[in-house]
T-cell receptor
Framework: GDSVTQMEGPVTLSEEAFLTINCTYT??????LFWYVQYPGEGLQLLLK?????DKGSNKGFEATYRKETTSFHLEKGSVQVSDSAVYFC???????????FGTGTSLTVIP | DADVTQTPRNRITKTGKRIMLECSQT?????MYWYRQDPGLGLRLIYY???????NKGEISDGYSVSRQAQAKFSLSLESAIPNQTALYFC??????????????FGPGTRLTVL
């Protein structure tokens, strides 16, 4: 079945460091891929998405490229800030769009 | 005002008690979902509903039931709560035609503790 495997955390970085959070997926056909962010005490918010191969999703300085050849959707940011401290979830939805499948989440802490 | 609201936000209860968690949305979406979040396990789907007359079990439905009272309301019940149901519960909605492009919108969560 469809699934998402996400880099385990926690991840601790200094401010202005480069961030990569790995995400790979298993799915039939052509799923859509998402990154969600969960700030402390809040629900999940959509960070970015990509709907077809080679699409790049971007938002708030974060980017991820839909790589079908490697079944990956790694999240990157060139210079993290303290305010980026949160839990990040990779997710996919199947071609039928009925369900979402989430990774286990990666906790990021950015220290000044 | 928030588009997806959940009540209560926090609840402490005892083993064996019946608990209802409520979700309301103003987004006009047909599809609604209940998830639980546990550390290290991510989000797991409990139940989902595509309209008032459609209810589907998710990955971990045992010990839970749901009611879709209206398009805007989707309630989750624990008939007899047990300690391993202690978790953070999220409601989510999704709109539009059946499409792989649309994202889910989440409520703020309900933290449930079963003693």
């Amino acid at each position: 079945g469809d699934s998402v495997t996400q880099m385990e955390g926690p991840v601790t970085l200094s401010e202005e460091a480069f961030l990569t959070i790995n995400c790979t997926y298993t799915a039939t056909g052509y799923p859509s891929l998402f990154w969600y962010v969960q700030y402390p005490g809040e629900g999940l918010q959509l960070l970015l998405k990509a709907t077809k191969a080679d699409d790049k999703g971007s938002n708030k300085g974060f980017e991820a490229t839909y790589r079908k050849e490697t079944t990956s959707f790694h999240l990157e940011k060139g210079s993290v800030q303290v305010s980026d401290s949160a839990v990040y979830f990779c997710a996919l939805t199947s071609m039928t769009g009925n369900q979402f499948y989430f990774g286990t989440g990666t906790s990021l802490t950015v220290i000044p | 005002d928030a588009d997806v609201t959940q009540t209560p936000r926090n609840r402490i209860t005892k083993t064996g008690k019946r608990i209802m968690l409520e979700c309301s949305q103003t987004k006009g979406h047909d599809r609604m979902y209940w998830y639980r979040q546990d550390p290290g396990l991510g989000l797991r789907l409990i139940y989902y509903s595509f309209d008032v007359k459609d209810i589907n079990k998710g990955e971990i439905s045992d010990g839970y039931s749901v009611s879709r009272q209206a398009q805007a309301k989707f309630s989750l019940s624990l008939e007899s709560a047990i300690p391993n149901q202690t978790a953070l519960y999220f409601c989510a909605t999704r709109g539009g035609q059946v499409s792989s492009y649309n994202e889910q919108f989440f409520g703020p969560g309900t933290r449930l503790t079963v003693l």
